[in-house]
């Protein structure tokens, strides 16, 4: 176990925040959701073993500060219960689980690490309780998100926050091309840290003959880092039709744009068409806002312009198009992702019920890599729990406000994280995943002006 040399200025940070200043540890907790590529602590060895992300450090000693004064105040209300409840459930079917790998004891093998040809005996290891433990931990920050968010002012401010932390995921990322195009070094020692093996994504090339540069910046790799900005865009793009602006309707403008932009030049196979989905469900939401005629006229508008953008798009960026989403079918990243979605399903066919137990088996999707692990049984309250979610935020009696901005754009955000998610694999490890589900979670606010838990989180906002 090593303390990063970053780490040693975030342990600082922490205890500042804990002792002096919990505003400020909340701040710092959601401002570094996306650094995944950064650690506080390494653990194991380099390439092989784990890290202590930022959000991990500094989160759990914000959640030790922030139930330690409102613990006695803290309740649910019983129509998100009804979601929390599928959600407890998953974490504990998970837990569950971890009794098959006792059983199986190597009679079955798995693929285990993700690469490919590569199997093993599934037996239980520390990457068992491990990864239960990231789940845990995950799910308990979300909860505890959802209890702090539950006041307007409060929610508000951590989207503002986690926005100014895109713009420097951004501007660090622009940091990260430059260096590999102007020759100078890129100083990977103080983002880029992680001993994990996934977390190498900076200065990678999309392919040998294009020469073309990738973007991780803080990030494990590309489609890690697509993920955690575009989470983001549904805020601003329902902002600017309900006029609720981060900074102003210009800067957001100029904001979406970037965002997109960036997302597109960090040649993520995974943000280009989770980009493409989420275009798509805020379209299905915007023209639900329109009356008869003028989703008529807005249908026939799509109807004729969309597939001249798509042929024009397509030859002015062939080469981009094709390196990103077609040249990756036939590459060995391919075959490997592949080959352990196909073995991690015969997994799931021996082991229907409750899976192969949790971390035992990898898979880059979503679901696959859920049936696997914790079978029928895990995958069914998850779907529950996604259901009853978005059931809660369309539902007009518990909408946050009326002109449902925050609804909209928690649900598309949710549902975009997913898409992602299920071509890509679970990120259940990284704390903007929990960030949205967490937030999700707040179907109303409270009113601000009873209760002394609502009182003290809105003395938190002010300080």
Known sequence: ??????????????????????????????????????????????????????????????????????????????????????????????????????????????????????????????????????????????????????????????????????????????????????????????????????????????????????????????????????????????????????????????????????????TSTTGLVGLIFLCFVCSLFYLKMLNKSQKINMVLKIAVILPIFIVGIYFLFYNYITNVLFSKGNSYSALERSEAIIGAWQNFKHYPLLGTGWGSVSSFDLFVRILSNVGITGVLFFIMFIITNVKNQLSSKHKLIPNSYYSNSLITSLVALLFTNAISGFSFTFGYFWLIIGLSLVSKFKDNSVSNYQSGLLADVRN
């Open 1 to 266: 176990m090593s303390i990063t040399i970053t780490g040693y200025i975030f342990i600082l940070l922490t205890f500042y925040g804990l002792f002096f200043n919990p505003k400020r540890l909340y701040e710092l907790t959601i401002f570094f959701l996306p650094f995944s590529a950064t650690a506080v602590i390494n653990i194991g060895l380099p390439g092989e073993g784990s890290a202590i992300q930022p959000y991990m450090f500094m989160g759990f000693f914000w959640m030790l500060s922030f139930y330690f004064s409102n613990a006695k105040n803290l309740k649910l209300d019983s129509i998100e219960f009804k979601s929390i409840r599928y959600l407890l459930l998953f974490v504990f079917t998970a837990l569950v689980s971890l009794i098959m790998p006792l059983y199986i004891s190597g009679t079955e093998y798995g693929n285990i690490t993700g690469k490919l040809g590569e199997y093993l005996p599934i037996t239980f290891t520390s990457k068992n309780v491990t990864q239960y433990l990231y789940l845990l931990y995950g799910v308990l920050f979300a909860l505890t998100l959802y209890f702090k968010n539950k006041v307007q002012a409060n929610f508000e401010r951590t989207i503002k926050i986690y926005s100014n932390a895109i713009i420097f995921v951004i501007a660090w990322g622009l940091l990260e091309l430059s260096s590999n195009y102007l020759g100078f070094k890129y100083p990977s020692i103080i983002f880029n840290n992680s001993y994990s093996s996934s977390a190498g994504g900076f200065g990678a090339i999309l392919d040998e003959e294009s020469g073309i540069r990738r973007i991780a910046s803080v990030a494990v790799e590309a489609s890690i880092l697509t993920q955690s900005v575009i989470i983001l865009l549904p805020f601003l793009i329902f902002g600017q039709l309900n006029k609720k602006y981060f900074y102003s309707r210009g800067k957001d403008l100029i904001y979406i744009l970037i965002i997109i932009l960036f997302i597109l030049r960090s």
